[in-house]
Structure formats: structure tokens, C-alpha cells
């Protein structure tokens, strides 16, 4: 195998990516910067423009992309072992040669030689000449190492797809944190005027001689008892912003506004049986694909290696001029040719390729046992996240009905604390339902569409895709199976 041949080989089973978890960090984008240079208002971003902001911004997927390019020029540098290479050899050379006082026949030599034929001598040796070489036939050593290069530029792309994948996982969970903080903020904030016109009404009542000291102070208490909850909200959005900020590449203090709200669109997306969506992450999901284009590679490999063990024919030309003096180099008449054709023939190497071969077949073994312990961890991972999005949906139902039915039970409170038949306390407590009712409610659009979320992800799709989690076109194909692979 030659040098070069070995060389991008070597780069093509080797080549890691850097690792898909790194930290977000910010850093530059010119769009961005224009908005946030504007001081009229926030940032206004729907789901869709938070993910493409983040993939544009994210360090870490800067860094995968320019995998890409790194990879577009080492199937470059494997074709070249394809095409000629043409060398030029300048040399200039001073010989000193002790003459025949070094020659074994010195003490056979005539008497008559006189001494300066037997003394050393010097000259000079100027030389120049092109080398042109050109593969005639390698066996499939380099179309095989081309092939390789190429399916490990696919693996790459499919990297860098799975690490924009987990960016836009991370960006879409953020972005629905941030709504559910301000839902909670925002249930706090309504209870909170609730009990504020609640207490008004029992010192408007305490004025006169229909309520009694202890009422005022039950919902004094209750009133209180809200602040240390709308603090820990308000906390809570502006933690759940500044993780957004963080994963968009912001400073984490830059103001933003979101579009989207914690609802469901109608009609709700369909999300399949979970073995439909294992077969839709055998087409789209980038980390199963990329087990068998990485499985390619090895095999390609494997031809590249047996092909040591063939001959290899190519053909050789020199032209050149050498002289003793410097200014005959550029005279033809001091020229020197050859050409031919040359044929090795590696016909023992130690059993160094046979065990090479043998260690890459090693190597897609064990490529298929990680896809297969790969494909049962997805499967896991897919049954829980479409689970969970059904548990979500039923949940928003029962949610929905609860808010309802704490809503009319404190309505009927009121009133019937108007006419004196319920006590402050029986108000407050119907308070205190609808907060629950309207939190739960809240949290559980929030597991719904994070669930959402997952299941597009575990999928393989962006969780701004469709609604509908299977696109009527599936997006890149596998590869065919191998010959090892077919049943």
C-alpha cells in the first residue's frame, strides 16, 4: 500500500468527532447582533427561530460542520493517488576519489605510471532531472480507499446532523421551560389579585359587623403566604430564560420574548405506534446511520488491505541533465532518458495483512453489536417517550376538567360567602384548588409537548419538524445492506 493510500485510510477509521455533549458556549452571529443592537425591545422568537439561531451560534455545531470540509479534502487527497505525480530533482555534488592507491591492484600496477596517476582526484557533479509516475493498475487498492473516504465524509455528515440534533433537543426544552415558568408565574400573580379583592371584601365586611377579626387575619395570612411562592416563580422564569440565553449563545441577561404559549394546536399531532417510529429511526435517526456507513468504511478497508498482497503496475519516466560542469546544464546534448513500466509484488509480508484484514473484521463485528445494543436502548427510549406523551394528553384532559370544576366550586364559595353561608376559610381553600388545578394543568401541557419533543428527536427529526412525527417523504436513506449483512 502506498504511503498516501495508508495515510487517508488510517484518517478514515480513525477520525473522531469531537464529543456531541460539549458545553454551549456564546458566540457571534451577525443577525442576532442586529437585533440585540436595537434598544427598542426584546428579542422575539418562535420555537423554529430559536432552534436555527442556536444551530447558527453553537460553537459546538461550528465545529461539526467544519468536520465536513476537512473530510471533502481528504477524499481529495485519496483520489490523487489515482493521477500522475511528477517530481523534480536538483542536485549538486563535490566527489573526491583517492584514484587508484585505493584499488586492490594497486601493487600490480607498472613502474612506469608516474606519481600524479596514482594521487587522489576531485570533481563536481551537476544534475537536474523530472520524474513522471503514473499507477497503471493497483488491484482496487485505490478505488477501495476513494470508497472508504467517501462513506466516512457520509458518517461525518450524519454526525454532524446528530449533533444539531441534540442542540435542537436542548434549545426546544429550554424554550418550553421558559413558558412554563411564566404559566406558574402567571397563575401566582392571578391568585394573588384574588386574594387581595378577598381581603378587601372581608374588611369591607368586618366594617360591617359580618366578619370577625380572625377572618381578616386567615386571609391576611393567605395573602402572605403567596409572596414566598411568587418569588420562587419570578426566580424561576428568569433561571429558565437565562438557560435559553445560554443554549441561543446570548448573554444570559438579554431580554427575549416568546411567541409560542404552553398549548397544543388542533388537531393534535399524531404520533404512531412505537414500532412505527423505530422503523421511521432506521431511515432519519443520524446515529444508525452512521453505524453503517462506518461499517462501509471498514469493509472498503478491507479491500485496501488485501489489495498489499497484489501486484501493483505502474508506469515510470525520468528526464534529466548531468554534467561535471555547472554550464553544460543547459545543453541537451548532456540530456539522459529512461522509461518503463514496473511491476511489484509484495509475496510475503509476516501474515501483516492477513491479521489486518482479520482485526477491521473485528472492528464491524463489533460496529453491529453497538448498533444492536443502540437499536434496544432507542426502542426503550421511544416505548417511554410515547408513553409519556399519551400519559400527557390524558392528563391535560383530566387537567382541563379539574380547572373547570375548581373554578365553579369557587364561584359558588363566593357566592354563598356573600350571603354568609361559607366561611373565609372555605374561600381560601377554594383558592387554593384553583392554583393547584391551574398549575397541574400547566405542567402537564408541559410534559406533553417535551414528550413531543423526545419522540421527534428519538426519531431523528428537529423538534420544530411537522407536527405530524412521521413526514410523508422520509428524509436521508440508509444504505444498502452489505453482502456480509443480506439474509
Do not use: C
Not at 596517476?117 to 478505488?143: C, M
Not at 393534535?268 to 452512521?290: H, I, K, N
Not at 453503517?292 to 525520468?318: F, K
Not at 434496544?376 to 417517550?385: G, M
Amino acid at each position: 500500500m502506498t504511503t498516501r493510500t495508508s495515510a487517508a485510510l488510517v484518517l478514515a477509521l480513525t477520525a473522531p468527532l469531537a464529543a456531541v455533549g460539549a458545553p454551549l458556549s456564546p458566540a457571534g452571529d451577525d443577525r442576532s447582533t442586529e437585533t440585540e443592537s436595537v434598544p427598542a425591545g426584546p428579542l422575539v422568537l418562535t420555537l423554529s427561530h430559536a432552534v436555527e439561531l442556536a444551530l447558527d451560534r453553537n460553537p459546538t455545531v461550528g465545529r461539526a460542520r467544519e468536520t465536513i470540509n476537512e473530510f471533502n479534502h481528504q477524499v481529495r487527497q485519496v483520489r490523487a493517488d489515482a493521477l500522475p505525480q511528477l517530481d523534480l530533482t536538483l542536485s549538486a555534488q563535490k566527489f573526491r576519489d583517492p584514484g587508484l592507491r585505493n584499488s586492490p591492484a594497486f601493487g600490480d600496477l607498472p613502474d612506469f605510471l608516474p606519481p600524479e596517476a596514482l594521487g587522489p582526484y576531485s570533481f563536481n557533479d551537476y544534475t537536474y532531472s523530472f520524474r513522471l509516475e503514473q499507477p497503471v493498475y493497483t488491484f482496487g487498492r485505490v478505488s477501495s480507499a476513494l470508497e472508504a473516504a467517501h462513506q466516512q465524509l457520509n458518517a461525518v455528515r450524519e454526525d454532524v446532523r446528530s449533533v444539531e440534533s441534540v442542540v435542537a433537543r436542548d434549545v426546544a426544552i429550554a424554550y418550553y421551560d421558559v413558558l412554563l415558568a411564566g404559566e406558574r408565574l402567571a397563575v401566582f400573580e392571578s391568585e394573588r389579585a384574588s386574594r387581595e379583592r378577598q381581603l378587601e371584601r372581608v374588611k369591607d365586611r368586618l366594617a360591617l359587623e359580618d366578619a370577625t377579626r380572625l377572618d381578616v387575619l386567615n386571609a391576611e395570612v393567605a395573602l402572605a403566604n403567596l409572596r414566598p411562592q411568587i418569588l420562587g416563580a419570578e426566580n424561576g422564569v428568569a433561571v429558565s430564560r437565562a438557560r435559553l440565553n445560554e443554549v441561543l449563545g446570548r448573554s444570559i441577561d438579554a431580554p427575549l420574548e416568546l411567541v409560542d404559549s404552553l398549548q397544543l394546536p388542533a388537531p393534535l399531532p399524531f404520533v404512531p405506534d412505537y414500532r412505527v417510529l423505530l422503523d421511521q429511526a432506521s431511515r432519519t435517526r443520524p446515529e444508525l446511520l452512521r453505524f453503517a456507513y462506518s461499517r462501509r468504511v471498514l469493509e472498503a478497508g478491507q479491500r485496501v488491505t488485501r489489495a498489499d498482497t497484489l501486484p501493483e503496475i505502474s508506469a515510470a519516466g525520468n528526464i534529466g541533465v548531468s554534467s561535471f560542469d555547472v554550464s553544460n546544464l543547459g545543453k541537451l546534448s548532456y540530456r539522459n532518458w529512461n522509461v518503463g513500466v514496473f511491476l511489484r509484488w509484495k509475496l510475503f509480508d509476516g501474515f501483516r495483512t492477513s491479521s489486518a484484514v482479520a482485526r477491521l473484521q473485528s472492528q464491524v463485528q463489533q460496529n453491529q453489536l453497538e448498533e444492536d445494543a443502540f437499536r434496544n436502548a432507542l426502542a426503550r427510549e421511544v416505548e417511554r417517550s410515547s408513553g409519556e406523551w399519551k400519559r400527557g394528553l390524558q392528563a391535560i384532559e383530566v387537567a382541563e376538567l379539574a380547572a373547570e370544576q375548581a373554578a365553579e366550586a369557587r364561584r359558588l364559595a363566593e357566592e354563598s360567602f356573600q350571603w354568609g353561608a361559607a366561611t373565609v376559610l372555605e374561600i381560601l381553600e377554594a383558592e387554593r384548588q384553583v392554583q393547584q388545578a391551574e398549575l397541574s394543568k400547566a405542567e402537564s401541557y408541559y410534559v406533553a409537548l417535551t414528550a413531543l419533543a423526545d419522540v421527534k428527536f428519538l426519531v431523528g427529526l428537529r423538534p420544530d419538524a411537522p407536527l405530524d412525527v412521521i413526514p410523508p417523504a422520509a428524509s436521508p436513506t440508509a444504505p444498502a445492506p452489505t453482502e456480509e449483512q443480506r439474509p
